[in-house]
């Protein structure tokens, strides 16, 4: 299927980690120029300059820093021009369990900081470049134009997640109060522009490999039809289709690739019987 994304601008944040990797490398397959951007690890990212050097362009930024964001799209858009595409992957996720009056201020406000100002600052930049883009369409080129924000979720931000409240809450946010809001902005500056969530279950990344091996987050498995862990791949192609034109008719909605999952089990049988 031809997913019209050729020569189209794509910027993904956190390209670097697991799901960036393998959406980028989709997005770069269907030929679209991708920003590739990172904050303090980049070596995952060589095999792509290599191997694709006139389709991607690598940019360093914090995301927690409103004049590194600017300065982020003001060298994509050096680099490739108007930025038709922006995936919000970044994030960053506390695997040590921290119960909420065990939680320091200074762990939320990370999280706050990166996880969701930060995709605030991304997606309010994204769109301020794509208004100086539509102001220079005509209103039947504005009409024809595409552009689109897939932002990344989680199956937390759904169902919530027990020592581990920060992350849930971000998500949550962004899943449902920022999506479908945002979609109701952007479509005032190109008329079809969409803003979709990707909401992701437990994922097969480098991070969680090697707790997957020690079968430490299989209780996640207990309540998921398919009984499997996700691929990158699950996930990048699912990101990939809302992103492109061809999705249509769809946007400020949540996407759950999470193999089905109703929830997440409380209590061991053990922990049952010592409370019954």
């Known amino acids: 299927m031809d997913l019209k994304l050729q020569g189209k601008h794509v910027l993904i944040t956190g390209s670097a980690g697991g799901i960036g990797i393998s959406t980028a490398e989709h ?11 990172y904050n303090t690890q980049k070596d995952t990212l060589k095999g792509f300059l290599e191997k694709y050097p006139h389709q991607t362009f690598l940019i360093q930024a914090d995301a927690t820093q409103e004049l590194s964001v600017i300065d982020c799209f003001k060298a994509a858009h050096q680099r490739f021009g108007v930025c ?7 994030a960053i996720y506390e695997t040590k369990s921290v119960s909420i ?4 201020l200074t762990q939320w406000q990370r999280m706050v900081d990166i996880s969701l100002t930060g995709v605030f600052l991304f997606c309010r930049e994204f769109c301020k470049q794509l208004r100086c883009y539509a102001d220079k369409l005509s209103s039947e080129e504005r009409k024809q134009a595409h552009a689109s924000i897939v932002i990344i979720g ?3 931000g759904k169902f919530g997640e027990a020592n581990h409240i920060d ?28 803003v979709n969530t990707v909401a992701p279950g437990l994922t097969r990344t480098t991070k969680v490999e090697e707790e997957i091996k020690q079968g430490l987050l299989f209780k996640m498995l207990h309540t998921t039809a ?43 049988d053990k922990d049952l019987k010592s409370r019954l």
């Open 101 to 104: 009056d065990q939680m320091s």
């Open 84 to 90: 038709h595409i922006l995936i919000a992957n970044h």
């Open 226 to 268: 398919l009984c499997k862990v996700a691929e990158t791949d699950d996930v990048s192609r699912a990101i990939l289709f809302l992103a492109s034109p061809v999705s249509g008719h769809i946007s400020g909605n949540v996407l759950m690739v999470d193999g089905g999952m109703e929830g997440r089990v409380l209590w061991t």
């Open 167 to 194: 992350y849930a809450t971000i998500k949550s946010g962004l899943m449902y109060g920022f999506t479908r809001s945002l979609k109701n902005e952007i479509s005032r500056i190109i008329p079809r522009a969409t």
């Open 154 to 156: 989680a199956t937390s």
């Open 27 to 37: 997005f770069l397959f269907h030929g679209a120029n991708v920003s590739l951007h």
